[in-house]
Nanobody, 122 residues
Framework: QVQLVESGGGSVQAGGSLRLSCAASESTSCMGWFRQVPGKEREGVAAIDRDGSANYADSVKGRFTISRDDAKTTLYLQMNSLKPEDTAMYYC???????????????????WGQGTQVTVSS
């Protein structure tokens, strides 16, 4: 059982930045960030494997950067140029290795954190 604890969320104005962290009890092959707003499905934001290969949702490409430090078993999400539409609960997730095409699908992952709220005001 992998335990995940997110931190770093908060309120920021549009154009600002936040850095999310996820402390994991252990690292897994694939780790990622998802987000969800009430009434909508959980959306894949970014994922990364042990080799550092990352993929991103089109909506965040060029603004968000995912990284991991396996020595510290910590996952990060640097979010720049934030927009009001980035407002959501952000979840850290962990799972086994899978093809790149599946890494932004919530169905792939076995473990989830409790989430951290990000609110971007205009």
């Amino acid at each position: 059982q992998v335990q995940l604890v997110e931190s770093g969320g908060g309120s920021v104005q549009a154009g600002g930045s936040l850095r999310l962290s996820c402390a994991a009890s252990e690292s897994t092959s694939c780790m990622g960030w998802f987000r969800q707003v009430p009434g909508k499905e959980r959306e894949g934001v970014a994922a990364i494997d042990r080799d550092g290969s990352a993929n991103y949702a089109d909506s965040v490409k060029g603004r968000f950067t995912i990284s991991r430090d396996d020595a510290k078993t910590t996952l990060y999400l640097q979010m720049n140029s934030l927009k009001p539409e980035d407002t959501a609960m952000y979840y850290c997730t962990a799972g086994a290795w899978t093809w790149v095409q599946r890494r932004l699908s919530a169905l792939h992952y076995d473990y989830w954190g409790q989430g951290t709220q990000v609110t971007v005001s205009s």
